[in-house]
């Protein structure tokens, strides 16, 4: 590459140099990106550059036409400075740009940047196009000529997205009656050291949450209202964010169920994320209700959630990219506090441990016997 | 009546005080559920690589005004699902996994243990605790004579009846305590827009849709009211769409208005309702702010959907497709009946003022879906409001019925409902396919033959169109009000008609027969899109459709429902071998699920993208699928009770059409001769 880390010049419309280089790199993106439609058979690749040019977009727009290829076009449309300068601290100090730069130049060389293009951006306004305009994120939105379902998935799920800074907390139900059983399912009480942990949650909250505001959601069943019960912020319940539903198996361990449906036994742990419970539910069933709860967690800013250890799997794949085979097999132990912050290039974890024992239930593939306990 | 008011409502600057109008109700107990049978999508692998939307998506925008979206990618969509195999013990030469269930008809089991809907559990809710229980392994039950399935009961779209109490819907994923989803509260979605612009279509589809999900909704359509609170024998006056109308008729717009909204708080303080649609022209500022602060006062959230037209072609074929068919126009020459109504409106609202209330959430349909402009208002409605706007996404005025067929039979006795194979056409089952298609092209022409003549300025009616629209009328009539939860709006004669248009009953005969009068210029043969699913009798079926080049699409999404350790066991040997789930099945025969199958909510669930695009596709559409699906996929466009869709019947010699409808959709048998059911 010419330049790993361009100066604000290189975005200079006037600068032939910069504007050729600028050329050639959305060239690059676009051939890469219709080499992986073709050779991998790709379904939707997202350009992610300025193109802020009625020209630029026409060019993308034949281009891709040309290719058999439908183009959708996401504007982001912000006048509210304030907005753009906390996007700019944010998002853009932390890009590859700027990689191992002091922010505050940094923010200065992206100022700088945004001038330039300022001088010859152009918003959308050609009615022919498909186009989603996000306006001060998401004040007002105008959609234009939505052609497909899927079109219309993508701009639904980019209604739910803002840019703001926040936070996800992720934890389970302290330990409970049936974890110390090693029963599966039910809705048990908390053990004493689950109650403990519950007691200890207020403060491992706080120090990671500073006075910032949060919500806390919980499942509907009693261990996990139990855990959340001295958060001294706002509550809600989620059906949605029960445990998953062992059908027949709730309330057996797994011994049991190795003895009295060892065919079922077998088949989950040779496809765990598609196997359902007799009368229950499978990780993918639990990933289907949780749809609403995913959409709500873009929408919302600092969430705190206290659930159970599928459901939790489910969600934190979401957040972290996890496979579906690799997902319901992710260790998540008890009385541990799970930070998730959602950056634009990935999500950071921290993970704070309450130091309070706990068994443990996490379970190898084809043992019947769990993980030695935490402290 | 004499009058042939358009279907408008010159909203009144009356506040609303509600007295006026109240019916005879019961004070009802909070909305109560079953079981929270929380379930979710299966997926079966294709076959073949289905047809693929490649799109992509340019972003672009000033940097630093939030260009970088990263989209994550749920893991459900990382990796494709490897299918779940049935591991079904093959029993050869049995009836089917249907027969067994549509054949339950004459008893039905009710269980002493748990709720009705999967059985198990307590109902429970968004807030509240939950009991849960393990099942009863033995359960104690008794033989009830089965009231009995008639098809009547599910011929009418029951979309304008209310809920019962237990109500559960088709693709509801769990239910609450408080009987409300998504933490959403109350919401109230009102409808703004001048005549013939689609305001009852996207009231009605939009009740379809949120009611399948599983929230409480109902749509109250003001112009239902107004009909039925003008006397017999009194005229509405002139000048009732008039802003500056006489003192007797503003007290009774005031009347008409607020008995429409009485109903409305009636529904959502006693019968729990979630979301009220409310149907009307609501054309100016003052009166949309005032209709925001009585609902926010009440804790309601508020939605405004403009349905705005910059396109007077639109607006003119939305006329000449609905409107013009009142008595007022008959002889009277197409364009000019057009130009006389558009006339009329003009006069009576001239002071429509479109949405710019920036503190309102609001979306402006321009067009129908060309443009939508959406904007927030003080308060977020949540994911709801998301939801809707995504189903708006999709929503079409539609021209052009569903037809729903089944696939040609194949050569082994049982392999129509064997799971596990997948043979080809049997030489009877190709004889099928083609009398399909002769069959479906002969009632296109039919179709076309007869919207020529109605169309005709002479309007030459057709006398068993006419038969066949009263009988009609009278069924929807006796279903309405003979539904199981409070009747808003009893004895009203809903209006039968193409669109929005509510013509007086003398019209209805008329109006039913002029549904999608510009299928003309749309319907025809070629404008016929097939969807079938994978398995290979269905694609078979399918071909002959896609040698005449009609678009033939096959779909995953449509491939039967599983049966798991039921596939291919009888109900004698199912009784013997799972004798338990046996039971629980006919129990609830569209929740339960035997061992590795599905249950009918599964395939509801998996089937919503589909039933989206199907609400998008214009022109005909014909889906050749298996009889399970059929259920689900006619159950979302008539509205169907999870208790009556195990048991619909799509025989194979008949094709089931759904004639799409602004107010209710029309279903419609058309014989396949010479073909065995």
């Known amino acids: 590459?010419?330049?790993?880390?361009?100066?604000?010049?290189?975005?200079?419309?006037?600068?032939?140099?910069?504007?050729?280089?600028?050329?050639?790199?959305?060239?690059?993106?676009?051939?890469?990106?219709?080499?992986?439609?073709?050779?991998?058979?790709?379904?939707?690749?997202?350009?992610?550059?300025?193109?802020?040019?009625?020209?630029?977009?026409?060019?993308?727009?034949?281009?891709?036409?040309?290719?058999?290829?439908?183009?959708?076009?996401?504007?982001?449309?912000?006048?509210?400075?304030?907005?753009?300068?906390?996007?700019?601290?944010?998002?853009?100090?932390?890009?590859?740009?700027?990689?191992?730069?002091?922010?505050?130049?940094?923010?200065?060389?992206?100022?700088?940047?945004?001038?330039?293009?300022?001088?010859?951006?152009?918003?959308?306004?050609?009615?022919?196009?498909?186009?989603?305009?996000?306006?001060?994120?998401n004040s007002q939105v105008i959609i234009n000529r939505i052609q497909s379902y899927v079109q219309s998935r993508i701009v639904y799920y980019l209604m739910n997205l803002h840019i703001k800074r926040r936070c996800i907390y992720l934890s389970r139900h302290g330990e409970s009656e049936f974890n110390l059983t090693g029963q599966l399912g039910g809705d048990s009480n908390l053990s004493p050291r689950g109650d403990l942990y519950a007691h200890k949650l207020p403060q491992l909250v706080k120090e990671?949450?500073?006075?910032?505001?949060?919500?806390?959601?919980?499942?509907?069943?009693?261990?996990?209202?139990?855990?959340?019960?001295?958060?001294?912020?706002?509550?809600?319940?989620?059906?949605?964010?029960?445990?998953?539903?062992?059908?027949?198996?709730?309330?057996?361990?797994?011994?049991?169920?190795?003895?009295?449906?060892?065919?079922?036994?077998?088949?989950?742990?040779?496809?765990?994320?598609?196997?359902?419970?007799?009368?229950?539910?499978?990780?993918?069933?639990?990933?289907?209700?949780?749809?609403?709860?995913?959409?709500?967690?873009?929408?919302?800013?600092?969430?705190?959630?206290?659930?159970?250890?599928?459901?939790?799997?489910?969600?934190?794949?979401?957040?972290?990219?996890?496979?579906?085979?690799?997902?319901?097999?992710?260790?998540?132990?008890?009385?541990?506090?799970?930070?998730?912050?959602?950056?634009?290039?990935?999500?950071?974890?921290?993970?704070?441990?309450?130091?309070?024992?706990?068994?443990?239930?996490?379970?190898?593939?084809?043992?019947?016997?769990?993980?030695?306990?935490?402290? | 009546m004499s009058s042939n008011l358009p279907d408008t409502f010159h909203d009144s600057d009356s506040d609303s005080d509600s007295n006026s109008n109240?019916?005879?109700?019961?004070?009802?107990?909070?909305?109560?559920?079953?079981?929270?049978?929380?379930?979710?999508?299966?997926?079966?692998?294709?076959?073949?690589?289905?047809?693929?939307?490649?799109?992509?998506?340019?972003?672009?925008?000033?940097?630093?005004?939030?260009?970088?979206?990263?989209?994550?990618?749920?893991?459900?969509?990382?990796?494709?699902?490897?299918?779940?195999?049935?591991?079904?013990?093959?029993?050869?030469?049995?009836?089917?996994?249907?027969?067994?269930?549509?054949?339950?008809?004459?008893?039905?089991?009710?269980?002493?243990?748990?709720?009705?809907?999967?059985?198990?559990?307590?109902?429970?809710?968004?807030?509240?605790?939950?009991?849960?229980?393990?099942?009863?392994?033995?359960p104690s039950f008794t033989i009830l004579p089965q009231k009995k399935t008639t098809r009547r009961n599910s011929d009418v779209d029951a979309i304008h009846r209310s809920l019962p109490k237990s109500h559960v819907s088709p693709a509801q994923l769990y239910s609450t305590d408080s009987g409300h989803l998504y933490h959403a509260g109350k919401l109230c979605i009102v409808l703004v827009g001048l005549p013939a612009r689609g305001k009852t279509h996207h009231a009605v589809a939009l009740t379809r849709y949120l009611r399948w999900l599983g929230v409480k909704t109902h749509a109250f359509h003001l112009g239902d009211y107004r009909r039925k609170l003008t006397p017999k024998d009194f005229r509405v006056p002139d000048d009732y769409f008039m802003p500056n109308a006489s003192k007797e008729t503003k007290a009774f717009r005031q009347k008409v208005e607020a008995a429409c909204l009485a109903d409305m708080f009636k529904f959502y303080d006693e019968e729990n309702g979630q979301v009220v649609i409310y149907d009307a022209v609501n054309g100016t500022s003052a009166k949309r702010r005032a209709l925001a602060k009585t609902m926010t006062d009440r804790n309601v959230g508020v939605l405004f959907v403009e349905c705005f037209f910059t396109d007077k072609n639109l607006v003119a074929r939305n006329v000449r497709d609905v409107k013009i068919s009142s008595p007022d126009y008959q002889g009277m020459d197409p364009d000019e009946a057009v130009k006389h109504y558009l006339r009329r409106i003009e006069l009576r609202i001239p002071d429509y003022e479109t949405m710019t209330e920036t503190e309102l959430t609001y979306v402006k349909l321009v067009n129908v879906s060309e443009r939508f402009i959406i904007n927030y208002g003080e308060r977020h409605l949540g994911y709801l409001f998301n939801r809707i706007i995504f189903f708006l996404m999709n929503s079409r005025i539609k021209v052009g019925s569903v037809f729903f067929a089944r696939a040609g039979s194949g050569n082994a006795s049982n392999e129509e409902d064997d799971y596990k194979s997948d043979g080809h056409l049997s030489g009877k089952g190709e004889e099928y396919a083609e009398k399909l298609k002769e069959t479906l092209w002969a009632h296109i022409d039919e179709r076309r033959l007869k919207l020529a003549q109605i169309s005709a300025p002479d309007l030459a009616l057709d006398k068993k169109l006419q038969r066949q629209a009263r009988v009609a009328h009278e069924v929807l009539r006796s279903s309405m009000s003979s539904g199981t939860g409070t009747d808003f709006m009893e004895n009203i004669s809903p209006p039968v008609t193409s669109g929005t248009s509510t013509p007086n009953s003398s019209a209805d005969a008329r109006a039913i027969s002029t549904i999608r009068a510009d299928a003309l210029n749309f319907q025809d043969k070629s404008n016929v899109t097939v969807w079938c699913s994978t398995r290979l009798r269905t694609?078979?079926?399918?071909?002959?459709?896609?040698?005449?080049?009609?678009?033939?699409?096959?779909?995953?999404?449509?491939?039967?429902?599983?049966?798991?350790?039921?596939?291919?066991?009888?109900?004698?040997?199912?009784?013997?071998?799972?004798?338990?789930?046996?039971?629980?099945?006919?129990?609830?025969?569209?929740?339960?699920?035997?061992?590795?199958?599905?249950?009918?909510?599964?395939v509801a669930v998996r089937l919503e993208s589909l039933i989206l695009e199907m609400e998008r596709t214009q022109g005909d559409l014909l889906i050749i699928c298996h009889e399970t699906v059929l259920r689900v996929l006619y159950g979302y466009l008539m509205a169907c009770s999870v208790e009556d869709i195990p048991f619909l019947r799509f025989p194979r010699n008949e094709i089931v059409e759904i004639v799409p409808n602004a107010y209710i959709n029309q279903g419609n048998r058309i014989t396949i001769p010479n073909v065995d059911p």
Not at chain 1, 369 to 374: I, N, R, S, W
Not at chain 2, 47 to 74: D, M
């Open chain 1, 1 to 137: 590459m010419e330049a790993a880390q361009p100066s604000a010049l290189f975005f200079d419309a006037h600068n032939e140099e910069g504007a050729r280089l600028r050329r050639q790199a959305a060239i690059r993106a676009i051939e890469d990106m219709l080499k992986w439609f073709s050779e991998e058979d790709g379904v939707v690749g997202i350009l992610d550059a300025t193109n802020s040019t009625k020209q630029r977009r026409q060019w993308i727009q034949d281009l891709l036409v040309k290719q058999g290829i439908e183009p959708m076009f996401v504007e982001s449309w912000c006048d509210d400075q304030e907005l753009i300068m906390h996007n700019i601290m944010d998002v853009k100090t932390c890009s590859p740009d700027y990689t191992g730069q002091d922010p505050d130049e940094a923010a200065k060389d992206f100022m700088e940047r945004i001038k330039k293009y300022e001088e010859v951006y152009e918003t959308i306004n050609d009615e022919s196009l498909t186009y989603a305009k996000i306006i001060n994120v």
């Open chain 1, 208 to 375: 990671a949450v500073g006075d910032q505001p949060l919500t806390v959601w919980t499942s509907t069943l009693k261990r996990t209202q139990q855990t959340a019960r001295f958060l001294p912020y706002r509550q809600m319940q989620w059906k949605a964010l029960d445990e998953l539903d062992a059908g027949v198996c709730d309330g057996m361990t797994y011994e049991e169920i190795k003895q009295e449906y060892p065919e079922d036994f077998e088949a989950r742990d040779a496809n765990k994320f598609e196997y359902r419970y007799r009368g229950g539910e499978s990780y993918r069933d639990v990933v289907a209700r949780l749809e609403p709860i995913i959409m709500e967690l873009e929408r919302q800013e600092n969430i705190m959630i206290v659930t159970h250890q599928a459901v939790l799997r489910c969600i934190y794949a979401y957040f972290m990219n996890v496979p579906q085979d690799r997902s319901p097999w992710m260790d998540v132990p008890l009385h541990t506090l799970i930070r998730l912050e959602p950056r634009p290039y990935s999500t950071l974890e921290t993970r704070v441990p309450a130091n309070i024992p706990a068994v443990s239930t996490y379970r190898e593939k084809g043992s019947t016997v769990l993980a030695a306990p935490t402290k």
């Open chain 2, 22 to 138: 109240s019916h005879g109700s019961t004070k009802s107990s909070t909305y109560e559920s079953g079981k929270d049978n929380v379930t979710g999508v299966t997926s079966t692998p294709p076959r073949k690589p289905i047809e693929l939307t490649v799109s992509t998506v340019g972003v672009s925008g000033t940097p630093g005004s939030g260009t970088t979206f990263t989209v994550p990618i749920s893991p459900s969509a990382t990796s494709p699902a490897s299918g779940r195999s049935a591991s079904s013990p093959t029993v050869t030469n049995k009836p089917s996994f249907n027969d067994l269930s549509s054949g339950l008809g004459g008893i039905s089991i009710a269980s002493t243990a748990g709720s009705r809907v999967g059985g198990g559990t307590t109902g429970t809710g968004d807030s509240g605790n939950i009991n849960r229980s393990k099942l009863d392994p033995v």
């Open chain 2, 539 to 602: 694609v078979q079926t399918a071909e002959r459709f896609a040698q005449e080049g009609n678009k033939t699409i096959q779909r995953s999404l449509l491939n039967q429902l599983n049966p798991g350790v039921a596939g291919g066991l009888t109900e004698a040997g199912l009784k013997e071998e799972f004798p338990y789930e046996y039971l629980r099945h006919q129990q609830d025969p569209y929740h339960h699920r035997y061992p590795r199958a599905e249950s009918y909510q599964d």
